[in-house]
């Protein structure tokens, strides 16, 4: 399972993007999916979550701001950022773990997409 994410850019402050991730031949609607980031010197953490029963969770003070989201059709998820901060700028990764329970713990999941810049300038 290999996800591949698609969206990321370089945006002002205030501005939005939306970032996508498919997985060939993986069922993006019915499992596990997440999104993450990480910034130079930080640690990978959870930006967003979906299981498979639809169930969303947030990282905290992203609630309001981020959503998650899957496209049945399409059999794609989306991460739709809005009022994006300088803070915000890391690599964002697409990452599926296999069954319906989820987490927002980096560990949890077993497949990652190589990742997509996201620059917030101010």
């Known amino acids: 399972v290999q996800p591949v994410e698609s969206g990321g850019g370089s945006v002002q402050a205030g501005g939005s993007l939306r970032l996508s991730c498919t997985a060939s031949?993986?069922?993006?609607?019915?499992?596990?999916m997440g999104w993450f980031r990480q910034a130079p010197g930080k640690e990978r953490e959870g930006v967003a979550s979906?299981?498979?029963?639809?169930?969303?969770d947030y990282g905290d003070s992203l609630t309001g701001r981020f959503t998650i989201s899957r496209d049945y059709a399409k059999n794609t998820l989306y991460l739709e950022m809005n009022s994006l901060r300088p803070e915000d700028t890391a690599m964002y990764f697409c990452?599926?773990?296999?069954?319906?329970?989820?987490?927002?713990?980096?560990?949890?999941?077993?497949?990652w997409g190589q990742g997509t810049q996201v620059t917030v300038s101010s």
């Open positions: 031949g993986y069922d993006v609607n019915s499992n596990c």
């Open positions: 990452a599926a773990r296999h069954g319906a329970a989820c987490s927002l713990d980096p560990a949890y999941f077993n497949y």
């Open positions: 979906i299981s498979g029963n639809g169930f969303t």
